[in-house]
């Protein structure tokens, strides 16, 4: 359905942290080669409902704090209240990501994108409500304050670039970031995140 080859491969190449070998997103809607972490927090969408939205979000757990796997247990409902204070708050949510991308570029997905993962909440983009019904999130790890990686800008444009060869209908003015969907509720990718190197990346 949407398996990319040929001209829709995207080349990924660290060591051990991201596939040798091309990128693509399988029938499934899994990427290949990327560490799978199957969250139980996703849905159906609704039917005959297009993926037209890409949604840029920023995590770290506790807040400030990278490396680790607190991400993975709070995605899949298994983060001990008791670890760290700030958990106490977030430990009863359930949400979720399709793809997060870590400090050093390492791809882990959680959802297959044609699955709702539950990332956006209240949301409206363009007077359409209920954001996760046709979006894909993706998340940085990091947060509103503190500049992200050059490798998280390249791995996110090259992901993009997959994503938007698989599903036209988001263009590039069609990626937005979570504070574009829920202004007033949410800030992040935040001021830190610089939209023209991405947006320059991509178009390149």
């Known amino acids: 359905m949407h398996a990319l080859t040929g001209q829709g491969c995207v080349q990924l190449v660290d060591e051990a942290s991201r596939p040798a070998g091309p990128l693509r997103v399988d029938e499934e809607g899994w990427l290949t080669g990327v560490r799978?972490?199957?969250?139980?927090?996703?849905?159906?969408?609704?039917?005959?409902t297009p993926i037209d939205l890409l949604v840029v979000h920023a995590i770290s757990l506790p807040p400030g704090s990278y490396g680790g796997d607190y991400i993975d247990e709070f995605f899949t409902n298994r983060l001990h209240a008791d670890a760290h204070p700030y958990f106490r708050t977030i430990e009863p949510l359930r949400v979720s990501a399709h793809v997060v991308i870590k400090r050093e570029g390492k791809v882990i997905q959680y959802v297959p994108f044609h699955r709702r993962a539950w990332h956006a909440g209240m949301s409206e983009?363009?007077?359409?409500?209920?954001?996760?019904?046709?979006?894909?999130?993706?998340e940085l790890e990091g947060r509103d304050e503190d500049p992200y990686e050059e490798m998280q800008y390249g791995v996110l444009a090259e992901l993009s670039k997959l994503i938007m060869r698989a599903?036209?209908?988001i263009a590039l003015d069609r990626i937005v970031g979570?504070?574009?969907?829920?202004?007033?509720?949410?800030?992040?990718?935040?001021?830190?995140?610089?939209w023209g190197r991405l947006k320059r990346l991509i178009v390149r």
């Open 36 to 48: 799978r972490v199957p969250s139980p927090n996703c849905d159906d969408r609704p039917p005959d």
């Open 125 to 138: 983009f363009q007077g359409r409500r209920s954001c996760n019904d046709f979006s894909i999130g993706i």
């Open 167 to 169: 599903w036209p209908g």
């Open 178 to 194: 979570h504070c574009d969907i829920a202004p007033g509720r949410k800030t992040d990718p935040g001021p830190a995140f610089d």
